[in-house]
């Protein structure tokens, strides 16, 4: 439920309600706008004493939220939040375009395809340390090494960087060298990861599992924001299907879907969700178009030498001619790409 504090109450009252609260064996979330002052209560609201605190000095009204995703919901924050990696800004109009290599494979490598698409307009740079894979033989990534070369790399061109979380005991050394945690779709419903990452403010990209309902991903952000953790992009990457002709099949009404129950930014990955370069431009047109917060796309300089996902990776001179169209789009529907 959610406790609307009367303008009027004081610094006293509203630490008496949170008091309160959490005598009553609930979670308090304290959201201070410029006029209203708002605690989102997290536990069951069924609980007869839940009722007693509208009769608490200072309180104004109780709204009770039916979603189970609480503090992910529109009934807790009306407007559309904005996260910011480094100076990025996503949401609100201010769109990210996440670029970058599948994986980090070398610092000559990573600054050759930084330049590329620092160039064409991307305001993040991505590249995986840590790779889950299918197969175990497959290349798993420079872990360490890899997050030093990233941060390196990043730092020359200015741009914040975002790279993969696979496991909690890597939350701590991806925080060191990172800008924003990714949490790939095979960890969406990782809880224990998703608990480790909300005890930071560090900010995470969150992908939507093969498999995973908007429901279901709105539910594992809830874990983060629960934490404590508001800084949630969501990311629609497409999910499985019957249809074999693509990667996967992206979703693209989760955008909408999702901008109707929650205040949090999305993104769309129009590279795994196809698999497809050929596909991958008219899919990021249609995700702006649709409304989405950004794009994350993979770039590659020689694709056929990559040693992860080199054959859904868009060439530079490719990302450069779709850059052009996103900032058209983008001036279309109202956004910017800072």
Known sequence: MILVIKPDATAEQIDHVIQRIEELGFKSHVSRGEQRTIIGVIGDERKPQAETLAAIPGVEQVHHILKPF???????????????????????????????????????????????????GANILRGGAFKPRTSPYAYQGMGEEGLRILRDVGDKHDMPVVTEVMDPRQ????????????VGARNMQNFDLLKEIGQTRKPVLLKRGMSATVKDLLMSAEYVLAGGNTNVVLCERGVRSFEDSTRNMLDMSAVPNVKGQSHLPIIVDPSHATGRPDLIP???KAAIAAGADGVHVEVHDCPEKA????????????????????????????????
């Open 70 to 120: 609480k503090l992910a919901s529109r009934e807790f924050q009306k407007h559309d939040s904005i996260v910011k990696v480094g100076k990025i800004r996503i949401g609100g109009g201010h769109l990210a375009v996440v670029a970058g290599p599948c994986a980090v494979e070398s610092l000559d490598g990573l600054n050759r395809i930084a330049v590329h698409v620092k160039k064409a």
């Open 171 to 182: 939350v701590a050394l991806v925080e060191k060298w990172a800008d924003m945690f990714q």
């Open 307 to 338: 040693l992860s996902d080199g054959p859904q990776a868009l060439l530079p001179d490719q990302f450069a001619r779709l850059m052009e169209d996103v900032r058209k789009l983008a001036a279309a529907v109202g956004s910017t790409v800072d």
């Open 282 to 284: 008219s899919m990021t």
